[in-house]
């Protein structure tokens, strides 16, 4: 689904304190398929996931969605294929406080010009499907860590994306509540959706659901799994 060819990532180029977080990096992404960047801080995880989710560019190389060439649009094309094909869990959830659990949940499709009821029935049904349901007109800061995380996964599936990404979805969990995000990811990946995570957590990259391990260090992929 993805393809990353030669791709290089600086920050501050041309700067004193230029640096290079990504250097070298060729790798397909397969569609259908669950797929771990695994590495310690600073190997250039989060960066990769960046620019795979159109969330960035890069400095050097391609990025091919589907066998078209992306690097290079504008970004007016490429908020349209971001918000078309990718959903994204961040780390901190970065939900937005004074809102409830519903209206988080739809901000990302007002874009789209769907209707609001109709919006809003599909958010109602997302966190019907994960058991929240009875907290839909909670503001979110009023949620437990657990629920604050099925909601941002509902916001992430509210346009009904082909591909998920998660930037260390179980870093702020306990055990409990990262086996039950793995239990959710499998049924995203049952509905065939492609899934790309960063996790250094073994309960998250020695799951069945993760179909295949990318390490990362410093830059650099030094085994593809």
């Given at each position: ?50 620019l795979v989710g159109c969330l ?24 349209e294929i971001r918000r078309r ?141």
């Amino acid at each position: 689904m993805i393809e990353l060819s030669g791709i290089r990532k600086a920050f501050n180029q041309g700067q004193h304190n230029e640096y290079w977080a990504l250097n070298g990096i060729d790798l397909a992404i397969e569609a259908n398929k669950v797929t771990a960047l695994r590495g310690p801080s600073g190997s250039g995880k989060t960066t990769l996931l960046t620019l795979v989710g159109c969330l960035a560019r890069p400095t050097e190389g391609r990025v091919r969605l589907k066998r078209e060439d992306i690097s290079g649009l504008p970004e007016r094309f490429l908020t349209e294929i971001r918000r078309r094909t990718f959903g994204f869990i961040f780390q901190q959830f970065n939900l937005i406080k004074g809102l409830t659990a519903l209206e988080n949940i739809i901000l990302p499709a007002y874009p789209t010009g769907q209707p609001r009821r109709e919006l809003l029935e599909r958010a109602e049904t997302l966190l019907a499907n994960l058991k929240l349901g009875h907290r839909r007109d909670a503001k979110v800061e009023w949620l437990s860590g657990g629920e604050q995380q099925r909601v941002a996964i509902c916001r992430a599936l509210i346009n009904d994306p082909e591909a998920v990404i998660a930037d260390e979805p179980t870093a702020n969990l306990d055990t409990h509540l990262a086996k039950e995000f793995m239990a959710i990811l499998e049924a995203l990946a049952g509905e065939g959706r492609t899934i790309l995570l960063t996790s250094h957590d073994p309960l998250v990259v020695e799951s069945a659901v993760v179909d295949r391990v990318v390490d990362m260090r410093d830059g650099v992929i030094v085994d593809c799994g």
